[in-house]
């Protein structure tokens, strides 16, 4: 199994940058497709960002395409994710996930989970 710790999450004015970073520690990185997903309060967790197993394909949610940008880095077990152009409405709890199998756009098929990071978006 693997295990993933968040971290980079905080308070931005709205427009402003933040980088994410989601260490992984465990069985192989390099085998597991990643996502980043958010949970608002009283609202469904949303996918954010995906990408395959060696970083060659990503998808993104309708509502972060053009200003974020999900990476990996096998070498370091690392996932990210740049955010820019932050608006109040990206605030939320940001978590990244793990699945031992292709890119996914769906909660249910990430086995693995992160504790999550606050990202607010003042206005």
């Known amino acids: 199994q693997v295990q993933l710790v968040e971290s980079g999450g905080g308070l931005v004015q709205a427009g402003g940058s933040l980088r994410l970073s989601c260490a992984a520690s465990?069985?192989?990185?390099?085998?597991?497709?990643m996502g980043w997903f958010r949970q608002a309060p009283g609202k469904d967790r949303e996918f954010v960002a995906g990408i395959n197993s060696v970083g060659a394909r990503t998808y993104y949610g309708d509502s972060v395409k053009g200003r974020f940008t999900i990476s990996r880095d096998n070498a370091k077990n690392t996932l990210y994710l740049q955010m820019n152009s932050l608006k109040p409405e990206d605030t939320a709890v940001y978590y990244c996930a793990a699945r031992d199998r292709g890119l996914a756009l769906e909660a249910r098929f990430y086995r693995y989970w992160g504790q999550g990071t606050q990202v607010t978006v003042s206005s």
């Open positions: 465990g069985r192989t990185f390099s085998s597991y497709a």
